[in-house]
Structure formats: structure tokens, C-alpha cells
């Protein structure tokens, strides 16, 4: 995997050079710190798991920025209107077949493939979204309640472990099907919003009724998504908050705030940002399930979960095309995160890194 | 508030720039109640370096822990006072300030030594960020390429070779010796008016200990620090301090000039500990050491807390506390064979 220790060391070195070039002795005086992140570059192109894993997340990363961009059919037209014959055609693979939609058309006759291409979008966007906004909630909860014990970490772990006792599924379940009526009456209100959000999904404006619906699931994961966070953070810092560095923290007069931001939570990152990838895999998966059950979007938007729920009907005589290939879509973005979370985890643990360290010097006596 | 502490009648001698009364600490454990501190006093003059030596356990990191409020639940500080009087002349009692004059006195007035520098100093964060840090805290609005010449200013003057470099660094890049001069440059990174080293060199090799006393002693020269050490190590004592309070199982037995323990103890403890240091010009057969060992404080012993142990002790050792008799000027002693009848 040397290209990808090439092709990182060569964005670090970009980077220091920009920096050197606005303040000259930045790398002199940066150069640990440069040593640090060639080692984590060296680190992550030594696990061939967490290289085939970042490769997928970059494809699915770019494809859900450009999909709806380049996705040749619009899925608001139904091809079943125009000829019954598009409903459910099966893929038509380069050598033996040509010139019909390469993976098949579902129940409206648009093509599998450019209808996935919007559906990557809609689970990306939300599944980021709601690691993003979750954890930092849970962080924050955990950190407060490690740190200052006693009745605040008695009554913040109750309430965390209310949430935790409480199926997950069931409470979104709940929060889908009360929201949607309320949140669809203040994008009716507010067009900014509305097209806002029409663009994050790639949908388009008209369909804020749609909208609505992917909020409330985002809404409704971010609610269940924290308990986790807030549990791994309060353990991690029960533990840090006894080294004598965060009593030295206190006798230099710092605030309560900036030692649980600037001394308690970069120690206790490393776990989370490695749980952080892996909820990203399952936040996909558990938004596609909660449209699967149909709490989310309905028609046209081509919402993975919802497409393969749709499919299930005529499965699979019809539609086997259809459920197989957007299941393994999931199936691969489920894999990409998970397997880059791996390398991650190796990557931050700072006791495998030394032993990475130590392995790069020798190989590096080896040369001469 | 200048009006509100008078009121609380917070006298402190005008050359004293800490003075600790009756200052009693208590853990309660499952176990039992501990007696960590009980009635301990002392005072620090402006400049001057004091001392407070004994067997480990005997509760003088605990003093200076209660000191600087960073006593926490099992533990409670039951009574006692610490003056401490501020920059602006304030006097304030240390155990009683609300939380915001402490942090503003914590780090900037009085600064912390650790015993351990490889575990005070954040592994994420480098040495130029923790002066910076410290810096920053206590004055509003100050740039970082400041105080990062400061770091280097200091670094420089806590005997750090090529200082420029170092601090930048990591606290992993560096080893024990400079990791605990770095500690000791965060600490003096404010000018502290009071300086609290809490066995400063036990984690080091003999040549860089004598390095580190010659700093600290220097800097306290510099900057007219108050400086109380804590240490067992009775070598450090005679270098660097000018009084020396010896305590014994939560209690100060003795207290007294440098000169005055040393020439001429009086305790019976005291005594012991100094024949226990072993003198390295002659060849012994067998180390000296006190019989029996330090008394557990759940339970202390009654009356004299050193009684089990003392060769003299007498029936009202056991069962009468001895008061603080003085011997000579400044020397004070803890012990009924000195009783005036």
C-alpha cells in the first residue's frame, strides 16, 4: 500500500508548505507535530483493511455529492405511464444484452441504477447528520457527568439510561409518525428552509411534504443516537480525570469549561471518533429500516429502504434485480465505514502506533 | 470586599505571606475515619523557603493539598484557617474563598510542583501550550506569539538546553530531568508569590536533583517567592530551605531554623530521622531505622502520637497530648521531656 503513504504524506507536506508559506519557520518549529501525522499516514497505508475501506468511503462520499448531479433520470417520471412494459425490467448486462437500463427499472420503469444514485444522497446526508448531531450531545452529557460526579452524574445517567432502556426502533417509530404533520407545516412556511433542504437531499422543492418525513427519521435517530456516546464519554473520563495533569489543569487556575474542552475530551476522543464511523454505518442501515417500515418518505423519492420495501412486494419472481443490487449498495457502505473504523481504531491507539513507529525505524535501517 | 474580609478579622503579620492555623483534614473511608491533619500551623515569610519533612504518610502533601482546595469527597477539610494575602494586599483565608477568587489566586499566586512530572503534564498538548495555557488563563486578551516567547524565556531560565526547539515539544520527546524542569517553568510561568514543590526531584537521578535545587533555589532568589517543600529527603532540606517543620503522623512535632534541627534536635523523632540518614563517607554493617512502624490514623495512638515508638517515653506520653514547648527562639518542640515544671 506504498501509493497511499505517497499520496498522503504528499497532502501533509502541501499543507506544511501552505503554512511555511504565510509564517516562514512553521515546519521548523511544527515538526513533531509533521512527524505525528506522517506516522498515522504510515500507520493507516500498513492496514490493507483500512485502505480498501477509505477507497469505499471516498467512492460513496463522491457519488452522493454528485449523484443527483449526474443521475440521468429525473425520478419524478413514471416510464410506465408512456409503455407498461418498463415495469420491472430485468438488467440488461453489456455482452449478451444492449440499450436497456443496465441494472433493470423498478415498479415505475425508472432505471435501478440512476434511482440509487439519489438514494445514496438521502442515506448519506442523514446518517452523517445524525452522528454528527448526536454525538457531540452525548460527548457533551458524558464529559459533564464524568467530571462533576455526584447528583449531576446521578441524574444525567438516569435519564441516559431511560433513553437506553427504551427500544430505539419504537421511539423513532413514534417520533416519525407525530412529526411529519408539524415540520411539513413549517416548510410549507419558510422557502428558504424549504429549499435548503431540498438541495441537501437532492430532491426537488416541490416534494417538502417528502421532506418532511426524512427530517422527522432525522430528528427521531438523533433522539435515540446520544445514550452511547454520553456512556463511553462519562467511563473515559471518570478514568482521566484522575491523572495528575487535569489536577495540574486545576491548579493553573483554568475554568471548569476549559479543562473538560481543552484537557478531558482530546483524551477521550480516539474511542469515540472510532465509534463515530461505525454509528455511521448503522445509522444507515437503521434509517433505511425505519423507511423500510414505511415511517419515511413515500413516493417518488427513491429512498433505498423505501425502494426495497417496494420491491419486496413482487419478490422475487419480478424484482429480485432490484432488492439484490440495493441491498449490496447498503451492504458496501455498511463495509466501508466499518472497515475504515478498524484502521482508525489502530491508527489513534497511541500503544499500537509506537509499535508501528518502531517497525518503520527498523525497515528504515534496513535500507541503510 | 476589601470590607468584607476585614469584617472576618483576617490579621497576617506584614513580612508573613502564608499563615496555616489549626488546620485539621479528615477522610472518612469505609475503613474508618482517617486523621490525616490534625492541628497543623505554620507560617511562610515573604521569600523564604520552608520545609515540612517526615516518613511518607505522615500527611504533608495532604497540608498543602488542603491548602490549595484540592481535597476531594472522601476527604473534608473539618477546620482550621490559611491566610494568604494577595498581590493587591488582600488578605483572604484560602479555605473559605469562593470558587472564582481561587481560580484567579490558583496558578497565577500560588503554584503547584508535582511529584510526578510524566503524569502532570497533558501527553496531547506541548510544553509552550501549557505555559501558554497558563498564561492565558490569567490575563485576557494576550497573543500566543507573547507568551510562546515567554515559554521560551522560561524554558531558558529553567536551565533547558535549546529552548527554542523544545517548546515545541511534546512531553513524551523529552526525558524525566527536562520534563520536570519544564513542569517547574509552567509553574513559574505567572511569577507565583508563592510556590508549593511537592518532593520536586523524588523521580530523579542524583546529578539532575542537584540541578533542579540549584534552579529552584535560584528562581526563589528571583523572585522573591515564599516556597514550601515537601520532601523525606533530608539532604534537600539542609540545600534549600530556611525553616524546617518536622511532622509525624498528622501532627508537627518540630519546628525550627535549618540550623536548629540539624545542630540541635530536640524531639526524640527527630533525632531518630536524622541518625537514620545513612553517611555515605563511612562503611556501615546495618542502616539505622526507627523500630516499629508509622501509626495507622484511623486510630492514632493517644497522647503523644509517637510514644509506641519513642526510647523515652514515659505513662503520661500515653495518655496526655504534649503541647508545643519552646526551646530556643523560633524553636519549638512537641514533646513532655521538655516540660517547664
Same mark, same amino acid.
Request: proline share 14%.
Given at each position: 500500500m506504498e501509493f497511499m503513504y505517497k499520496a498522503l504524506k504528499k497532502v501533509i507536506w502541501l499543507y506544511a508548505n501552505a503554512r511555511e508559506k504565510f509564517s516562514p519557520g512553521w515546519i521548523t518549529k511544527n515538526s513533531s507535530r509533521i512527524r505525528e501525522w506522517e506516522l498515522m499516514a504510515y500507520a493507516y497505508s500498513k492496514s490493507p483493511i483500512g485502505v480498501v475501506g477509505g477507497i469505499i468511503v471516498f467512492i460513496v462520499f463522491i457519488l452522493s455529492v454528485i449523484g443527483p448531479m449526474i443521475s440521468?433520470?429525473?425520478?419524478?417520471?413514471?416510464?410506465i405511464v408512456i409503455n407498461?412494459?418498463?415495469?420491472?425490467?430485468p438488467p440488461c448486462l453489456p455482452p449478451s444484452c444492449s440499450g436497456n437500463p443496465l441494472l433493470g427499472t423498478d415498479e415505475w420503469g425508472r432505471d435501478v441504477l440512476a434511482m440509487s444514485l439519489y438514494g445514496m444522497r438521502i442515506s448519506f446526508v442523514i446518517s452523517i447528520v445524525v452522528v454528527l448531531l448526536g454525538a457531540p450531545l452525548g460527548i457533551i452529557l458524558g464529559l459533564l457527568a464524568g467530571y462533576k460526579g455526584g447528583l449531576i452524574d446521578e441524574v444525567l445517567m438516569r435519564v441516559t439510561d431511560i433513553f437506553l432502556a427504551f427500544p430505539g426502533l419504537v421511539l423513532a417509530i413514534a417520533f416519525a409518525s407525530v412529526l411529519p404533520q408539524r415540520l411539513r407545516g413549517v416548510l410549507e412556511a419558510n422557502s428558504a428552509l424549504r429549499v435548503f433542504f431540498a438541495s441537501l437531499f437532492g430532491l426537488?422543492?416541490?416534494e417538502y411534504g417528502q421532506i418532511a418525513a426524512l427530517l422527522s427519521i432525522w430528528f427521531a435517530m438523533v433522539i435515540v443516537w446520544w445514550p452511547g456516546y454520553a456512556r463511553i464519554v462519562r467511563g473515559s473520563t471518570l478514568s482521566v480525570k484522575e491523572m495528575p495533569f487535569i489536577e495540574a489543569a486545576k491548579l493553573s487556575g483554568l475554568s471548569t469549561w476549559s479543562i473538560l474542552f481543552r484537557h478531558l475530551l482530546p483524551n477521550v476522543i480516539s474511542p469515540i471518533l472510532v465509534m463515530m464511523t461505525f454509528d455511521i454505518a448503522t445509522a444507515t442501515l437503521f434509517a433505511a429500516a425505519l423507511s423500510f417500515l414505511g415511517l419515511g418518505p413515500q413516493e417518488p423519492v427513491p429512498e433505498l429502504g423505501f425502494m426495497i420495501s417496494k420491491a419486496g412486494q413482487f419478490f422475487?419472481?419480478?424484482s429480485s434485480h432490484v432488492v439484490i443490487y440495493l441491498g449490496s449498495l447498503l451492504l458496501f457502505i455498511a463495509i466501508g465505514w466499518n472497515l475504515l473504523g478498524d484502521a482508525l481504531r489502530d491508527i489513534l491507539d497511541p500503544r499500537t502506533r509506537r509499535a508501528i513507529e518502531y517497525r518503520l525505524e527498523k525497515e528504515k535501517k534496513k535500507r541503510g | 470586599m476589601i470590607v468584607f474580609y476585614m469584617d472576618n478579622n483576617l490579621y497576617l503579620p506584614e513580612n508573613e505571606i502564608l499563615r496555616v492555623e489549626d488546620l485539621v483534614v479528615k477522610f472518612y473511608t469505609y475503613a474508618g475515619v482517617v !486523621?490525616?491533619? *490534625?492541628?497543623v500551623s505554620f507560617y511562610v515569610k515573604n521569600g523564604e523557603a520552608i520545609a515540612l519533612v517526615g516518613?511518607?504518610?505522615?500527611g504533608k502533601t495532604v497540608t498543602t493539598r488542603a491548602i490549595t482546595r484540592l481535597i476531594e469527597s472522601p476527604g473534608r477539610v473539618e477546620s482550621g484557617r490559611a491566610l494568604f494575602r494577595r498581590p493587591n494586599g488582600v488578605v483572604v483565608d484560602l479555605l473559605k474563598v469562593d470558587p472564582e477568587t481561587l481560580r484567579e489566586i490558583r496558578g497565577k499566586e500560588i503554584a503547584y510542583i508535582f511529584q510526578d512530572p510524566t503524569s502532570a503534564l497533558?501527553?496531547?498538548?506541548t510544553i509552550g501550550f501549557h505555559i501558554h495555557e497558563t498564561i492565558a488563563e490569567h490575563s485576557k486578551n494576550i497573543k500566543k506569539k507573547y507568551t510562546f516567547k515567554k515559554a521560551v524565556e522560561l524554558l531558558r531560565q529553567a536551565l533547558i538546553p535549546n529552548p527554542e526547539v523544545r517548546v515545541k515539544?511534546?512531553? !513524551?520527546?523529552? *526525558?524525566g530531568g527536562m520534563r520536570q524542569r519544564s513542569v517547574i517553568a509552567i509553574s513559574l510561568s505567572n511569577s507565583p508569590r508563592l510556590l508549593i514543590a511537592?518532593?520536586?526531584?523524588?523521580?530523579?537521578?542524583v546529578t539532575i536533583q542537584a540541578q533542579i535545587l540549584d534552579l529552584l533555589r535560584g528562581l526563589q532568589e528571583q523572585y522573591k517567592m515564599g516556597v514550601i517543600l515537601i520532601t523525606h529527603n533530608l539532604g534537600i532540606v539542609a540545600e534549600m530551605a530556611n525553616r524546617v517543620y518536622v511532622m509525624y503522623a498528622g501532627k508537627i512535632v518540630e519546628e525550627g531554623t535549618t540550623e536548629q534541627i540539624f545542630y540541635n534536635p530536640q524531639h526524640p523523632y527527630t533525632k531518630l530521622l536524622l541518625r537514620a540518614v545513612?553517611?555515605?563517607t563511612k562503611r556501615v554493617e546495618k542502616l539505622e531505622s526507627i523500630p516499629g512502624v508509622v501509626p495507622s490514623l484511623i486510630n492514632p495512638p493517644l497522647g503523644c502520637r509517637f510514644h509506641p515508638r519513642?526510647?523515652?517515653?514515659?505513662?503520661k506520653c500515653a495518655s496526655e497530648e504534649p503541647p508545643m514547648i519552646q526551646v530556643e527562639n523560633e524553636h519549638r518542640v512537641s514533646c513532655w521531656l521538655f516540660e517547664k515544671s
Open positions: 440521468w433520470e429525473p425520478y419524478w417520471e413514471y416510464k407498461e412494459s418498463y415495469r420491472y425490467m426537488r422543492e416541490a422475487p419472481e419480478r | !486523621h490525616a491533619v *490534625s492541628g516518613e511518607t504518610g505522615c497533558d501527553p496531547l498538548y515539544n511534546y512531553p !513524551h520527546e523529552m *526525558s511537592d518532593e520536586p526531584t523524588t523521580n530523579l537521578d545513612p553517611d555515605p519513642c526510647p523515652f517515653a514515659t505513662t
